[in-house]
């Protein structure tokens, strides 16, 4: 059983940044493959990136790419999802996500962990 725990949201203004944190504890981290969804507030939990292991492998939805950057510490057990140039459309839980199936990263169903998810608001 893996558990995560998100940790870094809050309230920025627009072009901001934020870093969010996801510790992982029980399973093997360095072959997890890690995830970041969101939902906002009336719509449907959607990917925003993955990070594969052996060879690390980074993805990101259209709406991030360039702004958002993935990485992950297997020492620290921990996956960081650094958001640059936040945008008001960018408000939403952000939930963190693991799973051993890579195949299909953009797809909730391989993920079989899941935090509690943490709050990101971008101001206008």
């Known amino acids: 059983q893996v558990q995560l725990v998100e940790s870094g949201g809050g309230l920025v203004q627009a072009g901001g940044s934020l870093r969010l944190s996801c510790a992982a504890s029980?399973?093997?981290?360095?072959?997890?493959?890690m995830a970041w969804f969101r939902q906002a507030p009336g719509k449907e939990r959607e990917f925003v990136t993955a990070?594969?292991?052996?060879?690390?492998?980074?993805y990101y939805a259209d709406s991030v790419k360039g702004r958002f950057t993935v990485s992950r510490d297997n020492a620290k057990n921990t996956v960081y999802l650094q958001m640059r140039s936040l945008k008001p459309e960018d408000t939403a839980v952000y939930y963190c996500?693991?799973?051993?199936?890579?195949?299909?990263?953009?797809?909730?169903?391989?993920?079989?962990?899941w935090g509690q998810g943490t709050q990101v608001t971008v101001s206008s």
């Open positions: 996500a693991a799973g051993y199936n890579c195949r299909s990263y953009i797809s909730e169903t391989v993920y079989d962990y």
């Open positions: 029980g399973g093997t981290f360095s072959r997890l493959c």
């Open positions: 990070i594969t292991w052996r060879p690390i492998t980074t």
